[in-house]
């Protein structure tokens, strides 16, 4: 099959080619002596978190504020907000579950 290489060093692969890559946006491309290969690269998945925040709207800085937020911390004891039903560990519950040590 025969491509070609535009001004602007494009090349358009043939329709039988690239229906055999449907799902592939990008190609590792490389030179193996006289010839080009390209390889499909699958999206990773740090590539699909990414792509989900930037839907959602979140940029850097929204993950540089939300890490943080949930590092402060006020008198050793982090601020993050407890799950309803959740258990607080707290000095006293620790020192009640020793003493119920054997």
Do not use: H
């Not at 193996?32 to 709207?57: E, T």
């Not at 540089?64 to 601020?79: H, Q």
């Amino acid at each position: 099959m025969l491509a070609k290489k535009t001004v602007k060093n494009q090349i358009t692969l043939p329709e039988a080619i690239a229906a055999r890559f449907s799902g592939v946006e990008y190609f590792d491309a490389s030179t193996d002596g006289a010839c080009i290969v390209l390889r499909p690269l699958q999206p990773s998945r740090a590539d699909q978190a990414r792509d989900r925040l930037a839907q959602l709207g979140i940029d850097k800085q929204d993950v540089t504020d939300a890490i943080s937020w949930a590092r402060e911390t006020r008198n050793g004891v982090p601020l993050l907000p407890v799950r309803p039903g959740t258990r607080r560990i707290t000095t006293k519950s620790v020192r009640k579950l020793r003493e119920e040590l054997p």
